[in-house]
């Protein structure tokens, strides 16, 4: 199993280049925002939850979190893999996505980090926001979620460093070429 955790602050192509290693890899594809916000569509319990804290900046609580994971991840089946997107956000998290692919034989194969400067990500946050009408992003909200980042999730970086599973990726620039980086740091963990 191919399990690919996607990383980088709010802005930082994720989703878009998650895409693209789903086609390419032929891997299912979880993204925690996805989820939530179908979750907050539908109306659910969970969804009301979720919302309280998103329109906060804030993140989902881990337990929570988890067992929505655990959840999807058992429903593919035949699956090459996962690529995470939006998930692990802390330490804690990433301690418990171990711990419950270690359930399930897995592990992950490697963490992709996708970084961008702070200014361009505030671009394309504000964009995306006229863009789609997400809530989430106006500016205020866009500075709390990237302070979020900086103090409770940057510091994955050097978690997935001393794991031996981190992949390092400019991602500013043309869509081909971080997209080609990303191949790469994928074919060398591919089995």
Known sequence: MLNIVIFGAP???KGTQSERI???FGLNHISTGDVLRTEIKNGTELGMIAKGYIDQGLLIPDDLMISI?????DNFKDSKGVIFDGFPRTIAQAEELKKMLA???QEVSLMIDLDVPEEELMIR?????????RADD????IKKRLLVYQTQTAPL????KKEGKYCHIEGYGR????TAQITEGIKRVAK
């Open 11 to 13: 802005g930082s192509g």
């Open 22 to 24: 789903v086609e390419k």
């Open 69 to 73: 994971l655990a959840s999807v991840l």
């Open 103 to 105: 359930e399930r034989g």
């Open 125 to 133: 946050l504000i964009k995306r926001g006229k863009e789609s009408g």
């Open 138 to 141: 106006n500016e205020e909200t």
């Open 157 to 160: 970086v050097d978690w997935y």
């Open 175 to 178: 869509l081909e070429e971080i």
